[in-house]
């Protein structure tokens, strides 16, 4: 049973930084795209950052470009996605997704077979 355990979220002023993992319970060294969700209350859940875990290819939301870095420990098996000059509009559940099976890098968004359960960030001005 594949699942995805993310952790880090909490609460940070803007202009802080957060960390978040997401812990995977298979090896994540193969063709998989693996990414980084996020769903703020009434709107919809966008792409945020994707990862490529073979060929280590990434994609950004413009929104996050030069503030957030998505990363991979394949040894741990666990995706991070380091967050820095947080900004209120960055407040939303993330979540981490993985995509199976995937032999092209060129898609900026994973098209996820698995959901993580989510972890809140909250940024206050």
């Known amino acids: 049973q594949v699942q995805l355990v993310e952790s880090g979220g909490g609460s940070v002023q803007a202009g802080g930084s957060l960390r978040l993992s997401c812990t995977a319970s298979?090896?994540?060294?193969?063709?998989?795209?693996m990414g980084w969700f996020r769903q703020a209350p009434g709107k919809e859940r966008e792409g945020v950052a994707t990862i490529y875990t073979a060929g280590e290819t990434t994609y950004y939301t413009d929104s996050v470009k030069g503030r957030f870095t998505i990363s991979q420990d394949a040894a741990k098996s666990t995706l991070y996605l380091q967050m820095n000059s947080l900004e209120p509009e960055d407040t939303a559940m993330y979540y981490c997704?993985?995509?199976?099976?995937?032999?092209?890098?060129?898609?900026?968004?994973?098209?996820?077979?698995?959901w993580g359960q989510g972890t809140q960030v909250t940024v206050s001005s």
């Open positions: 298979y090896d994540i060294r193969g063709n998989y795209c």
């Open positions: 997704a993985a995509e199976f099976g995937v032999w092209r890098q060129t898609q900026s968004s994973c098209s996820p077979d698995y």
